[in-house]
């Protein structure tokens, strides 16, 4: 009996990752505005429209290795990079935004979505074959 197939949990966040990293990079505003790095009715800056595409970027690129990755170490790789940008996240956006608010949102986001790329870790070894001993 074969162990089922899980790596489409790891596959799913990375396109929903992949998803976001591109939205980001043509709609800045979707990550500028949460952030409020710009206030409502502002346009953002050139400097502001590349720090969100240098995102955005990395956001397609971890994405789409994790939906690519063939299963186990390489696709566990894959997962470690996301997470590790996460972090960096938390760090830099928990303690860089110039509002509070924003700077706990930007946390709890990051936080939580790295919490959820690192616990599908568990899911992306390939699937093993069961052998039969009679």
Do not use: N
């Not at 966040?13 to 998803?19: D, E, K, R, Y």
């Amino acid at each position: 009996m074969a162990r089922r197939d899980t790596t489409w949990i790891p596959r799913l966040l990375g396109v929903a990752t992949a998803a976001y990293g591109a939205a980001i990079t043509v709609k800045p505003d979707l990550f500028l505005r949460p952030t409020k790095l710009v206030a409502d009715g502002e346009q953002p800056s050139s400097g502001l429209r590349a720090l969100t595409a240098a995102i955005g970027g990395r956001d397609v690129v971890s994405g789409l290795a994790m939906l690519v990755a063939p299963a186990g170490t390489p696709l566990k790789s894959a997962i470690a990079v996301r997470v590790g940008a996460d972090v960096a996240d938390v760090a830099g956006l928990g303690s860089r935004l110039p509002d509070r608010d924003a700077r706990d949102k930007a946390t709890m986001v990051a936080a939580g979505w790295g919490a959820l790329c690192a616990l599908s870790i568990l899911a992306a070894d390939r699937p093993r074959r069961r052998s039969s001993h009679r």
